[in-house]
C-alpha cells in the first residue's frame, strides 16, 4: 500500500515557491536581455533584421504553441518531473546558442530552448497550487510576479552591461548557472500530489489522456499566425504569407471542432468556463502585446535614435523594473480591497497609458520623459500579471493546475509574439518598404556599422541618419500599440466585481487539507 503523507510543512512550501521562482526569472530573463543584445547580434552575425527577430519569436512559437500540452503532461506525470527535465534542456540549449556561429544555428537552437521553456512554465504555477490552497495562492503568485517583474525589467540592465563588455553570447551563457541550480532543487525537493491541497471528487485512479491532436491542431495555428506576422514586413503578401495565414485560419478551426467532439479535449471545458478565466487570458494577452512591442521598439529608439550604448539605453528601462517590483505586493492587496475587477482595469490603463506616452519620445527626449513612460508601463504590467493570473490559478481545480497554468503562460507568450511582430510590420508600413529598401540592401542586410564599432542609426533597420524616418513610423506604430492595451480595459469589465476578500471574511481560517496518498513509488 502507498504511504500516506500529511499537508506540506512550511520548508516544503518554501523550497518549492524559490523552485518555482528560480524557473520563471531564468526565462523573463533571458527574453529581456536578448532585447537589449539583438542590435550587437545582428552586426555580429551579419543578418537581416526580420532573421534577429526570428531569434526571439522562434522561441516564443515553440512555447505558444506547447504549453497548453505540457501543463497536460504535468497533470498526468508531476509538475516537478516536468519542471526539472525543462531547466536541464534550458541549460543546454543555452550554453549551445553562446556558442553558435551563424544566426541560423541562433535560430533553430532558440526553437528547441522554446521547447524546453514550454515543459518548464506551467510547471512553476502547477508545483504552487500543489502545496497552496487556493485561497492562499495570493501571497506566492505575487511574490513570484515581483521576481519575474525585476528580472524583466532589470534584464536591460545586466544584458547591457554583458553585450558592452562580453559580448552578445554572455547573455545566454548567463542562463547556464541557475538553470542547472533549478534543476537539482526540483529534484531535491518532492512536492505532494495537486490533489493534496484539496478534496475533490475526480477519480485518482483514471489517468489524464492526452489530446495529441489537439495539441498538434494548437501548434499548427499559432505557428501559422505568426509565421505571417513576421513574414509580411520582409516580403508582404506572397504566396508563403498567404498561405501561412490559410493555415492558421484552418488549424484553428479544426481545433475549435476538434476540442467540442472529443472526449478528452485538451483544454478542459470547466477551465474555460469558470469565472473571469477567458476575460483575464485576453487582458494578459493584450496588455503583453503592448508592453512588449514598445519595448523591442524602444531598445532600437534608444540604441540607434539617441545613440546609447547597451548598458546606458538599459539604464533607461531601469524604472519598469523597480515599479513591477513594488506593483506587484501592493497589487494583492488592492485587489482584495477593490476586486478583480477594478484592479485589473486600472492596471490595463496604466499600460495603455505608457505606450501612449512612448509614442511621444523624440530626438531631443530625456531621462525623466523615458522614465515616466517605464514607470507607468511597469506599474499597470505589474498590476495585471498578478490579478490576471490569480483569476485563472484559483478558479482550475486542482487536477486540471497544470492546463490553467499553461493557459496563463500561452497567453503571456501569444503577446509577445504578436506584440513584437505587429510592431515591425506597422514599422515597415509607416516608414514605406521602398525607402528601407534602397537603405538597406536589396538582400535586407545591414550594411555594417558605425567607425567606433557601436552601432548608428544610419545602419538602422529603417535608415536615416538624422532618425526621422524611425521616429515618423514610431509614433503611429505606439500609438496602436496603445490601442491593444485599451482593450484590456474593456476585457477588464467582464472580471469578476466582488472583492476577493468576502470569502476569506466569512471563513478566516481555512481547514487544513486531509492526508493524501502519495503517487510517487
Known amino acids: 500500500m502507498p504511504p500516506v503523507r500529511t499537508a506540506p510543512p512550511a520548508r516544503l512550501r518554501r523550497l518549492t515557491l524559490a523552485g518555482s521562482i528560480t524557473g520563471a526569472v531564468i526565462v523573463a530573463l533571458d527574453g529581456t536581455v536578448l532585447t537589449v543584445a539583438q542590435p550587437t ?10 532573421q534577429v527577430q526570428w531569434a526571439g519569436t522562434g522561441s516564443l512559437i515553440a512555447v505558444a504553441g506547447l504549453l497548453v500540452f505540457a501543463g497536460r503532461l504535468g497533470d498526468r506525470y508531476g509538475h516537478r518531473r ?25 535560430i533553430g537552437l532558440r526553437v528547441a530552448q522554446g521547447v524546453s521553456g514550454a515543459l518548464l512554465q506551467p510547471a512553476t504555477l502547477g508545483m504552487l497550487r500543489a502545496v497552496w490552497p487556493p485561497d492562499r495562492l495570493g501571497t506566492p503568485l505575487a511574490i513570484r510576479t515581483s521576481a519575474i517583474g525585476l528580472a524583466a525589467a532589470a534584464g536591460p540592465v545586466l544584458g547591457g552591461a554583458l553585450v558592452e563588455h562580453l559580448g552578445w553570447r554572455a547573455v545566454f551563457f548567463l542562463n547556464v548557472a541557475p538553470a542547472l541550480g533549478a534543476c537539482a532543487l526540483a529534484l531535491a525537493v518532492r512536492p505532494p500530489a495537486p490533489e493534496a491541497v484539496e478534496d475533490d471528487s475526480r477519480n485518482l485512479s483514471t489517468p489524464v489522456r492526452l489530446d495529441l491532436p489537439g495539441a498538434c491542431l494548437l ?99 531601469l524604472p519598469l523594473a523597480v515599479t513591477m517590483v513594488l506593483g506587484a505586493p501592493a497589487s494583492a492587496v488592492l485587489m482584495r480591497r477593490l476586486g478583480p475587477r477594478r484592479t485589473t482595469l486600472y492596471g490595463a490603463a496604466l499600460v495603455a497609458g505608457g505606450v501612449l506616452l512612448m509614442s511621444r519620445l523624440g530626438p531631443a527626449s530625456g531621462t525623466v520623459a523615458i522614465g515616466s513612460c517605464f514607470l507607468l508601463l511597469g506599474a499597470g504590467f505589474g498590476t495585471v500579471m498578478v490579478t490576471a493570473t490569480a483569476a485563472v490559478v484559483r478558479q482550475a481545480p486542482a487536477h486540471t493546475a497544470g492546463v490553467a497554468g499553461g493557459l496563463q503562460q500561452t497567453a503571456m507568450n501569444i503577446g509577445p509574439t504578436l506584440g513584437v511582430a505587429a510592431a515591425t510590420m506597422l514599422m515597415t508600413v509607416f516608414a514605406g518598404r521602398d525607402g528601407r529598401a534602397e537603405r538597406n540592401g536589396r538582400d535586407g542586410r545591414v550594411p555594417g556599422h558605425g567607425p567606433s564599432g557601436g552601432g548608428s542609426y544610419e545602419n538602422g533597420p529603417y535608415g536615416g541618419g538624422d532618425g526621422h524616418a524611425f521616429l515618423s513610423a514610431m509614433s503611429p506604430t505606439l500609438t496602436v500599440l496603445a490601442v491593444v492595451a485599451a482593450v484590456g480595459v474593456i476585457l477588464a469589465l467582464r472580471l469578476p466585481g466582488r472583492p476577493e476578500a468576502a470569502t476569506a471574511t466569512a471563513s478566516p481560517r481555512a481547514p487544513a487539507p486531509p492526508p493524501v496518498v502519495d503517487p510517487s513509488p
Open 41 to 50: 547580434l545582428q552586426r555580429d552575425l551579419g543578418a537581416s533584421f526580420v
Open 82 to 106: 516536468l519542471f526539472a527535465t525543462g531547466v536541464l534542456g534550458f541549460a543546454v540549449t543555452s550554453a549551445a546558442i553562446g556558442m553558435a556561429t551563424d544566426i541560423g544555428w541562433v
Open 219 to 317: 501548434a499548427a495555428a499559432l505557428s501559422g499566425l505568426v509565421h505571417t506576422l513576421v513574414g509580411l514586413p520582409e516580403s508582404g503578401w506572397t504566396p508563403a504569407t498567404t498561405l501561412g495565414l490559410m493555415a492558421a485560419v484552418v488549424a484553428g478551426a479544426a481545433f475549435v471542432r476538434h476540442e467540442s467532439r472529443t472526449a478528452d479535449p485538451l483544454i478542459p471545458p470547466g477551465v474555460l468556463r469558470a469565472p473571469g478565466v477567458t476575460p483575464a487570458l485576453g487582458v494578459l494577452v493584450s496588455a503583453s502585446a503592448a508592453m512588449f512591442g514598445a519595448l523591442f521598439l524602444c531598445t532600437y529608439y534608444l540604441q540607434e535614435v539617441l545613440a546609447l550604448d547597451p548598458f546606458r539605453s538599459g539604464l533607461e528601462t
